[in-house]
């Protein structure tokens, strides 16, 4: 935290946010430090930093032109992916809950501007297939396209099950009238199976999409979408030079489409990969160039993801001072959306580190605001985030009731087991080990402990690597390092040598460093001699 009455603090936070590319972080921050320092030579350098900042360019401008549908494919050239978006989902949509003609005559225009800038043509297609339908068929395309734009709403609230359910009947629909719309409501509802962690079925359906777009190479805007989401399930197998390789195509088309906003997600997803390839400087520079173009535009969706991806970058790097800053900016950025799904998620992830750091009294408020929110949420997006606030709440209980602590942890590893989510349940069962110990239950704490290795070795490619567990604490090598000194401590040294050789084995698949054999013996030594 910057002490308030810091002037130097101050002005330092705002000109590193700046540097970054963060504007509206910076200008907040300027603000502040004018606030505390109004008439210092740094002062009026604050003041000429503010002025130079870009105004900006998203979001907000197109958001005020809707009042004139007549005119919204004049915002072609200057907000293409917007344009794109709102007229596959939104205006088609409004055409077909109503039959609003206005509707459908800005997605015919804004079809046909999009085909004259990039040569991007799934939306005109999708509007000649309604003009020339009549009827019962124009009728049934109607349905379908209001059923998509519900859907995706219900996407985005994270309502999985009524999302994929009526993805899938809109693509019927659309398939039966041959619209290509077909193809992008198959998209999203192979996108809706993989937030329900139904991971290698969306791959699986997301392969064949993209084989089936290499006959429609002018749809590139749904061809960079595919791409972009076998990058995420890469990034949940660790292949980071698989997911590189996807997003290459990605970038390169969503630079094409002139889609800003998705061209600088993924950059930052290019980030992330590189850095866990080792390649810094590359990261950064890809980082920073995602930061400003999102900022420039005001999307803070793809904003908060962005310093989200830095706060784990600068984990994997041990600087946690600087990964606290990130994730405190991904909450500011995050509560702008007033989504409680991706708030539960950045709030744990920030009481997760203040547990790891000893910041308890800052551990317990994100951990509250994090159970508010998950509780704010229904379906099964509700049962994914009270599990996760669960587990935020055990460890901040860790510190101070471990009866409290194993209530919390124990709900959460029962509902990751229900919902099979497994990327979370090795630090679960670790924390809930700490806690058994803290009441002296040795062998529930040993169970535990052995369990959260036997689901590393089950799940390997997708639990292993520098994604292991929760991103700030590393589960695979503290079940491991727990599971020796445990078993050395109750004298059996046969199973501390079992538990250095199952880490062992499992190194090969992930970043982690073997246990040696003269370590194992140092624990016995010591544990011996300290009896």
Not at 182 to 191: K, N, T, W
Not at 419 to 447: C, I, T, V, W, Y
Request: proline share 2%.
């Amino acid at each position: 935290e910057i002490n308030a009455a810091h002037p130097a603090a101050l002005f330092n936070r705002a000109l590193i946010l700046e540097h970054l590319g963060l504007g509206a972080e910076a200008r907040k921050a300027w603000d502040r430090s004018l606030a505390v320092d109004s008439s210092s030579p740094w002062a009026n350098e604050a003041r000429e930093h503010l002025r130079r900042l870009p105004a900006s360019t998203g979001d907000a401008r197109f958001r005020a032109a809707q009042t004139n549908l007549a005119q919204v494919a004049t915002l072609v050239p200057a907000f293409p992916q917007m344009s794109r978006a709102w007229a596959e989902g939104i205006y088609l949509g409004r055409w077909g809950a109503s039959g609003d003609v206005a509707n459908l005559d800005a997605a015919r225009a804004i079809g046909d501007e999009l085909v004259r800038s990039s040569g991007e043509s799934l939306l005109r297609d999708s509007v000649r297939v309604i003009d020339g339908a009549t009827g019962v068929r124009r009728a049934q395309l109607a349905a379908a396209h209001a059923l998509y734009d519900r859907a995706r709403s219900a996407l985005w609230h994270q309502e999985l099950i009524p999302a994929e359910r009526d993805l899938r009947e809109a693509a019927t629909k659309f398939e039966a009238a041959s619209s290509p719309m077909s193809l992008i409501a198959r998209y999203y509802a192979a996108c809706a199976r993989f937030e329900a962690d139904e991971v290698e079925d969306s791959r699986k359906e997301l392969e064949q999409l993209l084989g089936e777009s290499d006959s429609h190479r002018q749809y590139m805007a749904l061809r960079a979408q595919i791409q972009w989401q076998l990058a995420t399930i890469a990034f949940s197998d660790a292949d980071w030079t698989g997911a590189l390789e996807r997003l290459q195509e990605a970038e390169q088309l969503f630079r094409r489409l002139g889609e800003r906003a998705n061209f600088a997600f993924i950059r930052g997803m290019q980030s992330t990969a590189m850095g866990c390839l080792g390649r810094p400087d590359e990261a950064w520079a890809a980082r920073i160039e995602a930061f400003r173009v999102l900022d420039a535009g005001n999307y803070f969706d793809p904003l908060f993801v962005a310093l989200g991806g830095a706060a784990r970058m600068e984990l994997l790097a041990g600087n946690l001072d600087t990964a606290q800053s990130f994730l405190r900016l991904e909450v500011h950025a995050v509560r702008d959306l007033k989504n409680n799904a991706y708030l539960t998620n950045a709030l744990v992830r920030e009481t997760l580190l203040h547990a790891q750091r000893g910041n308890g009294a800052a551990a317990a408020d994100a951990a509250r605001e994090a159970m508010i929110a998950a509780s704010a949420l229904s379906g099964p997006a509700h049962a994914i985030a009270v599990a996760d606030a669960n587990l935020a709440a055990g460890a901040v209980a860790l510190q101070s009731d471990a009866g409290a602590a194993r209530h919390s942890l124990t709900a959460a590893i029962d509902s990751y087991r229900a919902s099979k989510r497994m990327l979370f349940l090795p630090q679960a069962h670790l924390l809930r080990a700490r806690a058994e110990l803290r009441d002296g239950d040795r062998d529930a704490a040993l169970r535990d402990l052995s369990e959260g290795m036997d689901l590393l070795d089950r799940h390997r490619r997708g639990l292993t690597g520098p994604l292991v567990g929760t991103d700030i604490l590393d589960a695979g090598t503290a079940l491991a390092q727990e599971a020796i000194r445990l078993h050395v401590e109750m004298g059996d040294v046969a199973g501390a040598f079992r538990a250095a050789e199952r880490r062992n084995l499992r190194m090969a698949a992930s970043a982690e460093s073997p246990v040696a054999l003269d370590a194992v013996q140092r624990s016995v030594h010591e544990t011996r001699s300290g009896v």
